[in-house]
């Protein structure tokens, strides 16, 4: 760009022919009044370099798996920031900041945050959504806002961490920092949760294996199903080489898993 642009009420439509995109902002915006300002196809690619994306509705929508990147990209949508229909990637090394004024900063069926991509989401109805798995790889961190009596972050299913990634969930409400299925912790990961008022930092659905985390959860972490419980430390060398796991705890091999 060269200068600021408005869409109006038109798309810029990215098909699985055209296959991938960049777009080099300097510094400029991006903006429109349709009903997103950026469309995907299935599988598509779409790199972001200094912009800011601007929507009146939603800013990015995804019609199945897509895959988005870049550095120092805002996406800000009236509705929603980033909408995707099915998985949504995060590329490697991207830094991404999503905001959603009157919806989500991201909501995708799945969330893949590739090894030291830096993601925030923020927004009215939570920051961060995800219809079944997050996952973070090696040294990716993802950030979720919300000061509304909404979940910062909420995962049905699944939120993965590799060693050295970072989670930040923060509700100025009354609500979770975040609502998690369930927890799966490899190496050292941070992690730093704040709850609204009336709940709790981080409220896990099924937890059956202690885990280790550094940083902080305010309110304390409430677990509904199983004895797994996550022990925040301020230091990673304060993390034991064996962790111990509550009575009658198996570990889940592929082995078990058949059986």
Same mark, same amino acid.
């Given at each position: 760009l060269?200068?600021?642009?408005?869409?109006?009420?038109?798309?810029?439509k990215?098909?699985?022919?055209? $296959? =991938?995109?960049? /777009?080099d %902002?300097n510094?400029y915006?991006?903006s &429109?009044?349709? @009903?997103?300002i950026i469309?995907?196809? !299935?599988?598509?690619?779409l790199?972001l370099?200094d912009?800011?994306v601007h929507?009146?509705?939603?800013?990015?929508?995804c019609? $199945? =798996?897509a895959? /988005?990147? %870049?550095?120092?990209?805002?996406?800000? &949508?009236?509705? @929603?920031?980033?909408l995707?229909a099915d !998985?949504?990637i995060?590329?490697?090394?991207?830094s991404?900041v999503c905001?959603?004024?009157?919806?989500?900063?991201i909501?995708?069926?799945?969330?893949t /945050?590739?090894a030291?991509a830096?993601?925030?989401g923020?927004?009215?109805?939570?920051g961060?959504?995800s219809?079944s798995?997050?996952t973070?790889?090696?040294?990716?961190s993802?950030?979720?806002y919300t000061?509304e009596n909404?979940?910062?972050?909420?995962?049905?299913g699944?939120l993965?961490?590799?060693d050295g990634?970072?989670?930040?969930?923060?509700?100025?409400g009354?609500?979770?920092g975040?609502?998690?299925?369930e927890?799966?912790?490899?190496g050292?990961?941070s992690?730093n949760?704040?709850g609204?008022?009336?709940a709790?930092g981080?409220?896990?659905?099924e937890?059956?294996s202690n885990m280790?985390?550094?940083?902080?959860?305010?309110?304390?972490?409430?677990?509904?199903?199983?004895?797994?419980?996550i022990?925040?430390?301020?230091?990673?060398?304060?993390?034991?080489?064996?962790i111990?796991?509550?009575?009658g705890y198996?570990?889940e091999?592929?082995?078990?898993?058949?059986?």
């Amino acid at each position: 760009l060269a200068a600021s642009f408005s869409m109006e009420d038109t798309m810029l439509k990215l098909t699985a022919q055209r $296959g =991938s995109i960049t /777009i080099d %902002g300097n510094g400029y915006t991006l903006s &429109g009044t349709g @009903d997103c300002i950026i469309r995907l196809d !299935e599988g598509c690619k779409l790199t972001l370099n200094d912009i800011t994306v601007h929507s009146g509705s939603t800013a990015i929508g995804c019609l $199945g =798996s897509a895959e /988005i990147g %870049g550095e120092n990209a805002n996406i800000i &949508g009236v509705s @929603d920031g980033i909408l995707c229909a099915d !998985e949504l990637i995060v590329s490697e090394g991207s830094s991404l900041v999503c905001k959603g004024s009157n919806g989500r900063g991201i909501d995708a069926e799945d969330i893949t /945050i590739k090894a030291g991509a830096s993601v925030s989401g923020e927004g009215v109805l939570g920051g961060v959504n995800s219809r079944s798995d997050i996952t973070l790889e090696k040294g990716a961190s993802l950030a979720a806002y919300t000061d509304e009596n909404y979940n910062a972050l909420k995962c049905d299913g699944q939120l993965s961490m590799a060693d050295g990634s970072a989670l930040t969930v923060e509700n100025r409400g009354r609500y979770h920092g975040a609502e998690i299925y369930e927890f799966a912790i490899e190496g050292a990961v941070s992690i730093n949760a704040a709850g609204g008022s009336e709940a709790t930092g981080l409220f896990i659905t099924e937890q059956h294996s202690n885990m280790y985390a550094v940083g902080s959860c305010k309110p304390e972490a409430r677990v509904e199903n199983g004895k797994g419980r996550i022990t925040f430390v301020d230091d990673a060398s304060k993390i034991p080489a064996e962790i111990p796991q509550p009575d009658g705890y198996i570990e889940e091999t592929a082995e078990t898993e058949e059986q």
